[in-house]
């Protein structure tokens, strides 16, 4: 103990704070860990999140979704395949196809490459059956019950042939009608022109305090709302950038949607006509401003635009077309194992 306070005052210090602090220093540096590895372990870091494709990401937040819509779409594409090979089997000699030759036709039956057809011919057993040909190859047809479905479809057909030409014109006109090129939105105009006028909004940049009469007010009103561009006029002629050719997109498009049964129309029907529609690659970012008239549902690369006043608040059609009709009642039995017997 002696020893120790010797060589204690030999190196005593008038300032004993300095002192202190020199033996801090000294037992931090004695005991210092920085040889260990201070790294935060990957597997407790924040892992970036990949930022989302086009093909992934959903167009609205989950918050801002209109749920029947969505259904609706989610309704469509798990009935793909099946309408999809209704119509391709329909079109075929006898309505049979070889079950090897249908694996190789994955984009005319819609069902996603690599999958087995045979599942989702079995998952339909009141539509499709398979059958061994005398060469021992699998076939597959229409069960006996699909086929009077078939038969109740083409006499809805032929019921509504006139009605078909009048409002799609899918046939090579000989005369013309010129009460036919009327559409939809212009009907609507005539008979309610504010209600009309507040379907869709094209913003024009201009000064708060114009001072504008009441005639310039409302030719400024016309040009911030109802398109007044005929979608029977031709966008051809319109310069590509301008107020007036987009206008006349909006309202081709919605005439297009109104001619449809199911007043919807997905990208990838959309894009078959965009030189007959003078449509740009700009479509998407054209509708998704017009939300008053329209709703896009799916992903941004995959969507499909619906005509909301077509539908009622529930999501039904206003309008049912019989082929609608029929078609909801095929979907009825279309995934049933099997038939109930009232």
């Known amino acids: 103990m002696a020893f120790w306070r ?3 005052s030999a190196f005593a210090n008038p300032n004993p704070s300095s002192t202190i602090c020199f033996l801090s220093t000294f037992m931090i540096r004695a005991y210092s860990t920085s040889f260990l590895i ?27 979704r209109i749920p029947h819509f969505e ?3 989610r309704h469509d594409n798990h009935f793909r395949f099946f309408l999809k090979t209704k119509d391709y089997l329909s079109k075929q000699p006898q309505q049979v196809l070889r079950l090897d030759d249908a694996g190789k036709l994955y984009r005319e039956l819609g069902f996603p490459r690599g999958r087995k057809v045979l599942k989702f011919i079995q998952s339909h057993p009141l539509v499709f059956q398979t059958y061994h040909h005398s060469n021992d190859k699998i ?3 229409f069960t006996d019950f699909m086929e009077t479905f078939l038969e109740e479809e083409k006499r809805i ?12 014109r899918e046939f090579s006109i000989v005369t013309w009608d010129q009460k036919l090129a009327v559409s939809v939105l212009e009907r609507e105009f005539m008979i309610d022109e504010d209600g009309a006028k507040k379907a869709f909004q094209f913003k024009v940049k201009h000064g708060k305090l114009l001072n504008l009469g009441e005639n310039d007010e409302r030719k400024l009103n016309l040009l911030n709302t109802l398109p007044l561009v005929s979608p029977y006029t031709g966008g051809s002629r319109l310069d590509l950038w301008t107020l007036e050719a987009e206008k006349y997109r909006v309202g081709v498009v919605h005439e297009f949607l109104s001619l449809t049964l199911e007043k919807r129309a997905s990208i990838h029907h959309i894009v078959e006509f965009k030189e007959e529609l003078s449509l740009t690659k700009h479509t998407y970012a054209m509708l998704l401003k017009q939300a008053r008239s329209f709703y896009l549902a799916g992903t941004e690369m995959n969507w499909v635009v619906f005509l909301k006043d077509a539908y009622g608040e529930d999501g039904v059609l206003v309008h049912k077309d019989p082929q609608v009709v029929f078609n909801e009642k095929l979907f009825e039995f279309a995934d049933k194992q099997k038939l109930e017997i009232n």
């Open 71 to 73: 259904n609706i779409l």
């Open 38 to 64: 201070t790294k935060t372990p990957k597997s407790q870091k924040n892992k970036r999140k990949k930022k989302e494709s086009a093909r992934t990401k959903h167009i609205h937040h989950e918050s801002e």
């Open 6 to 8: 010797l060589k204690y």
């Open 157 to 168: 057909m032929d019921e509504m042939e006139k009605e078909r030409i009048e409002t799609g």
């Open 139 to 141: 076939w597959f047809g």
